[in-house]
């Protein structure tokens, strides 16, 4: 009742805490990052109400696409800039402002989309897998009119508009994935990894499974520098990791990726073996 509340028997570690009001006409989340070595008294936390994200999108013609698809085809995946580097969503997976908020949203037809009650946080957007749209990418995030396709966008309460510009001229890269003997590797685990600045951002990763014949296709990619993986198996989403990745930089290949480029690769699949 006089807002205490006690944790036991956490092993040490990076944890966030997440507390959420839900039983008031308007929802409130607070949440703090903390590095846990021993115990830790004093831990305020200071619940603020989420915010509303409305805006449209626009389409460019281009690439691969004939026609340019109806709006409504589309679905948006909001991303928190506060995942753990597992790949974890710690404010939008464990977090239902009012019970009812969803990191997903729909695109009406006449490209205008919502997010309401949006934990306070900084955000980055991307079109979902679910809009079965492979070859389209986000090419710019404008908040409030302020560019944040880099920097993502803050959510403090109230409301914040956005302009999005999606374009069908993304990059792909096909190939085949073998063993260390040119063994084609079916099911393989294939991530094309962004530059370092980017590693923290789930959106800029593409991945795929190779086929029986080892064929695998990365499509959508926006423009930049990317490293390409290939695992036999891996646990999770533990690409997401910006340390795990490092463990295999030498193991993976560079390439850069131009608008609308078709570029293909060989690669050799990482055994499990050669993991940590």
Same mark, same amino acid.
């Given at each position: 009742? %006089? $807002? +205490? =509340?006690e944790?036991? /028997? @956490?092993?040490p !570690? #990076? *944890?966030?805490?997440v ?5 008031i006409?308007v929802p409130?989340v ?6 846990l070595?021993?115990s830790v008294d ?10 509303t994200v409305?805006?449209?999108l626009?389409?460019?013609?281009g690439g691969?696409?004939?026609a340019?698809p ?9 991303h ?10 710690e ?5 239902a402002m009012?019970?009812g908020?969803?990191n ?5 037809? %006449? $490209? +205008? =989309?919502?997010?309401k /009650? @949006?934990?306070p !946080? #900084? *955000? ?12 389209w ?8 009119g ?7 966008f ?14 069908a ?12 003997d040119?063994e084609?590797?079916?099911d393989a685990?294939i ?10 951002r ?5 991945k ?7 064929h695998?296709s990365?499509r959508g990619?926006?423009?930049? /520098?990317?490293t ?6 891996v ?5 997401y ?6 463990s ?5 290949k560079a390439?850069h990726?131009r608008?609308?480029?078709r570029?293909?690769?060989?690669l050799k699949?990482i ?6």
């Amino acid at each position: 009742k %006089d $807002g +205490s =509340f006690e944790i036991r /028997d @956490v092993s040490p !570690g #990076t *944890y966030t805490i997440v507390a959420t009001v839900d039983n008031i006409a308007v929802p409130m989340v607070a949440r703090q990052s903390l590095q846990l070595a021993e115990s830790v008294d004093g831990v305020r936390l200071s619940p603020q109400s989420g915010g509303t994200v409305r805006g449209r999108l626009h389409m460019e013609s281009g690439g691969t696409g004939s026609a340019r698809p109806d709006p409504s085809q589309f679905f948006l995946l909001l991303h928190s800039a506060a995942e753990d580097t597992d790949g974890n969503d710690e404010s939008l997976g464990s977090v239902a402002m009012g019970g009812g908020f969803s990191n997903l949203a729909h695109v009406s037809g %006449d $490209g +205008s =989309f919502a997010w309401k /009650d @949006v934990p306070p !946080g #900084t *955000y980055f957007v991307q079109i979902s897998e679910v809009s079965a749209m492979p070859d389209w990418f986000l090419k710019s995030v404008a908040s409030d009119g302020h560019d944040a396709t880099d920097t993502g966008f803050s959510v403090g309460g109230g409301a914040i508009s956005l302009d999005l510009v999606a374009t069908a001229n993304g990059g792909s890269i096909d190939g085949a994935v073998g063993n260390q003997d040119d063994e084609p590797v079916a099911d393989a685990v294939i991530v094309a990894a962004p530059e370092a600045r980017f590693r923290n951002r789930p959106d800029r990763y593409r991945k795929a499974l190779a086929d029986q014949s080892g064929h695998f296709s990365l499509r959508g990619l926006p423009p930049g /520098d990317y490293t390409l993986f290939a695992w036999e198996s891996v646990e999770g989403d533990a690409y997401y990791n910006p340390d795990f990745l490092r463990s295999y930089e030498d193991r993976g290949k560079a390439m850069h990726v131009r608008a609308g480029d078709r570029l293909n690769v060989q690669l050799k699949a990482i055994p499990p073996e050669d993991q940590p």
